[in-house]
């Protein structure tokens, strides 16, 4: 089994940066990649960044290249999300995720979930 919390979450005024934080425990070979999902109200939940074990390969949203930065330290345990240059359409509580597949964006490829963390960004 693995474990995720999520940290970090809070409001911010539109422009700001934030960087929310994933703490792991459980058997490493099961949370081979990392994801940060978002959930806006009345909205479906998406896939946001993803980064494989070694940190070399990651992927992004569309809607955020450029301005999200996806990390992780493994002797930490620990995944981060690094947002600059937010707006209020990054409004949306955001869940860490894990699964021992090949990076992917796809939601339903990841086993582990977070409680997720609120993030609010005011214009």
């Known amino acids: 089994q693995v474990q995720l919390v999520e940290s970090g979450g809070g409001l911010v005024q539109a422009g700001g940066s934030m960087r929310l934080s994933c703490a792991v425990s459980?058997?490493?070979?099961?949370?081979?990649?990392m994801g940060w999902f978002r959930q806006a109200p009345g909205k479906e939940r998406e896939f946001v960044a993803g980064?494989?074990?070694?940190?070399?390969?990651?992927l992004y949203a569309d809607s955020v290249k450029g301005r999200f930065l996806i990390s992780r330290d493994n002797t930490k345990k620990t995944v981060y999300l690094q947002m600059n240059n937010l707006n209020p359409e990054d409004t949306a509580v955001y869940y860490c995720?894990?699964?021992?597949?090949?990076?992917?964006?796809?939601?339903?490829?990841?086993?582990?979930w977070g409680q997720g963390t609120q993030v609010t960004v005011s214009s």
């Open positions: 995720a894990a699964t021992p597949r090949w990076l992917t964006s796809r939601r339903g490829d990841y086993n582990y």
């Open positions: 459980g058997r490493t070979s099961l949370w081979s990649t």
């Open positions: 980064i494989m074990s070694t940190g070399g390969s990651t």
